[in-house]
């Protein structure tokens, strides 16, 4: 069985950032009601969105935030491939849906691409890509093949001579 949990550092940052505004302004105008509910509700994200936890066992791989929220299950027998990516800035941090797929991620670039029977993809975050490739490998998921290398193209001399 393989577990492994991720920390969302960047999330920390900012909600670190925007509670130091909260506690200036809970100092400079008292603890009013908006400013409470606005503190709980940081804290209450904070809470459910503080890491992504990846779970492998011998049937499925499973998903989720913080405490369990917002998780997903794949049985293994209905994944095709599983391969290393790199994610960019337009994956974002959080649960959303790509180009490539639904991405979940909290933190860093580096994911896992998994590839499911129905065409469906899914890129999970990890700061562990070997440790999660290596766990579904054990458990006979099948993995990308490297691409292979392609020559230098040819060049095509033109005269664009009139």
Avoid: C
Avoid at 68 to 83: D, P, R
Avoid at 98 to 115: E, I, K, N, P, R
């Amino acid at each position: 069985m393989y577990q492994h949990k991720q920390y969302a550092v960047f999330i920390f940052f900012v909600l670190a950032w925007i509670g130091g505004f909260v506690a200036l302004a809970w100092n400079l105008i008292g603890a009013d009601a908006p400013l409470m509910i606005f503190a709980g509700i940081l804290v209450l994200v904070g809470f459910l969105f503080h890491g992504l936890t990846i779970k492998v066992n011998d049937s499925a791989i499973s998903w989720a935030f913080g405490p369990g929220v917002a998780g997903q299950s794949v049985e293994l027998s209905e994944i095709t491939e599983a391969k290393a990516v790199q994610n960019s800035y337009r994956h974002g941090i959080g649960m959303r849906i790509t180009h490539d797929g639904w991405v979940y991620s909290v933190s860093g670039f580096s994911a896992v691409q998994l590839t499911l029977k129905d065409g469906t993809m899914y890129r999970l975050g990890t700061n562990d890509q070997q440790g999660l490739l290596s766990a579904l490998k054990q458990n006979d998921v099948p993995m990308a093949q490297p691409e292979k290398q392609q020559s230098e193209p040819k060049v095509v001399k033109r005269n664009n001579m009139i």
